[in-house]
């Protein structure tokens, strides 16, 4: 997490996000100490952006190595025509600095099939793939890497919003357990809905920043597909396939899981749940203080009161923490913790 406090700057601009009471200060800074990697720059990517630059997003990585053209600006409402021939990250950064100056952007104007951009997903908190090419591989990089993934599509058919989240959650489903068909590298022109794609880039963007507050997302466990001219969508559930090849039994995604309990059994944790406020806090700062500095501190707690409190508290202490992950299994928080080394 960031700063302990939010400038005065910071609680004017978000003022209006911050007096909600699922969001608040906590949820504020957990968005402004966030890294999102944005894969395509286009159509889904510029309403997401404009929107995950405008919530307080503290950090976004662009890539994309496609260039401003007049023909995509009806549902490219990130660019400008002055922009055309430009390349999209470098006028997609213009805009959301325009609109909030302090967000910390990364535009890497590289093919989505360079090395480095599959290396940078391991030091991002979640990836967006809006991409075109729409490639299953970017499942397969996040489970290894253990981050979630949200993914979204429209053409002339209509459009879907999904997540996998099978790197970090038991149970979750992957990409192609939903039915998202690996594509290559369009090349013809594809009829689509600008203001579909609109609807569908900003569903994903708030769907984002409700993982990274700890709220959860709706898209656990199902898919939503929207028709082309038409503001409702439907919800259809998910499952995983008995013979996939990456979330079922002895596949790539059952190794990330046993990896991720066997880290978990080696790290300290604490369970807060049955205390009363004070105590909460009190207990995490005695079992902190038995602790190195910098070992790291899995929480567990309930909502309300103690999730406001505990990470305001350690903040205050000048610890480090994560944002909160909901349990929906059993209704309480985790959260991670750790003092400075110095």
Sequence with gaps: MGAAVLTAEQMARYSRQIILKEIGGIGQRHLLDAHIMVLGVGALGASALLYLGGAGVGRLTLVDDARVADSLLPGDIIHERIHAGQPVVYSAKQRIHAVNPEVEISALDLPLSDDYVIDKIKSVDLVLDLSADLSLKWDQVCIQQRVPLFSGWVDQHGGWAAASLVGVESEAVCMRCQGIKQRGN????????????????????????????????????????????????????????????????????DKVVEDRQE????????????????????????????????????????????????????????????????????????????????
């Design 263 to 342: 880290d978990d059994a080696g790290a300290a944790c604490i369970d807060i749940t049955t205390e009363q406020c004070p105590m909460t806090f009190v207990k995490v700062k005695l079992k902190l203080e038995s602790m190195p500095p910098g070992q790291e501190l899995t929480i567990r707690l309930n909502g309300g009161e103690p999730l406001h409190n505990v990470p305001l508290s350690l903040v205050d202490e000048g610890c480090w923490v994560s944002s909160p992950m909901a349990d929906d299994q059993t209704g309480t928080f985790i959260l991670k913790t750790r003092r400075p080394t110095s």
């Design 186 to 253: 369009v090349t013809a022109i594809e009829p689509f809905s600008g203001l579909l794609a609109g609807m569908v880039g900003t569903v994903l963007a708030t769907e984002a920043c409700k993982w990274l507050m700890g709220l959860g997302t709706g898209l656990r466990g199902q898919r939503w597909c929207f028709s082309p001219f038409d503001t409702a969508f439907k919800a259809y559930p998910v499952e995983r396939q008995g013979d996939c090849p990456v979330c079922s039994k002895g596949s790539v995604a």
